[in-house]
């Protein structure tokens, strides 16, 4: 396979994850594992495969933003960045779908941080970091019921 086919093949894979998380029910338990774990997990393996085979032969490195550049200049370490950043992205997105539904969020909050995570990463994981508290606070304040515990 090419590294155009591996690059068009790891992002379809990804967006078909983030699909499920953004619009498809989290009812069934099973559907949720291919965002969070299973695509992630074929997504690692992939990228495994590209640094055992394509990292150590180019020039470049992490110790400098010119070494950096430099080693994304090869296509092979190139598509390695590409499909780490679609794994992670893609698993952090699992993990905020995750806590979400279990301190109540709704789907339409959700949503918005879902989409930037998929497009920006880390600033879609600090609006999560940051909602998560006040969602919480704002649920232990809500007013009781009948029964005596929270609605």
């Known amino acids: 396979m090419s590294f155009e086919q591996l690059f068009?093949?790891?992002?379809?894979l990804a967006m078909f994850g983030w699909v499920i998380l953004?619009?498809?029910p989290r009812r069934w338990k099973w559907l949720n594992r291919i965002p969070a774990l299973f695509i992630p997990v074929i997504l690692s393996v992939l990228y495994s495969f590209l640094?055992?085979?394509?990292?150590?032969?180019?020039?470049?490195g992490f110790d400098t933003l010119a070494n950096v550049q430099q080693l994304f200049t090869y296509p092979g370490a190139a598509l390695a960045g590409w499909v780490h950043y679609l794994a992670f992205d893609l698993f952090i997105g699992g993990l905020?779908?995750?806590q979400a539904?279990?301190?109540?969020?709704s789907r339409l909050i959700q949503a918005p941080i879902l989409l930037l995570t998929f497009m920006f990463g880390p600033f879609g994981y600090l609006l999560f970091t940051?909602?998560?508290?006040a969602m919480l606070r704002f649920k232990s304040k809500e007013i009781p019921s009948e029964?005596?515990?929270?609605?």
């Open 96 to 98: 905020i779908a995750k």
């Open 130 to 133: 940051i909602i998560k508290p």
């Open 8 to 12: 068009s093949s790891a992002s379809t």
């Open 22 to 24: 953004v619009f498809l």
């Open 147 to 151: 029964e005596g515990g929270q609605l």
């Open 101 to 105: 539904d279990e301190i109540g969020l």
């Open 51 to 60: 640094i055992a085979r394509y990292f150590f032969a180019a020039e470049g």
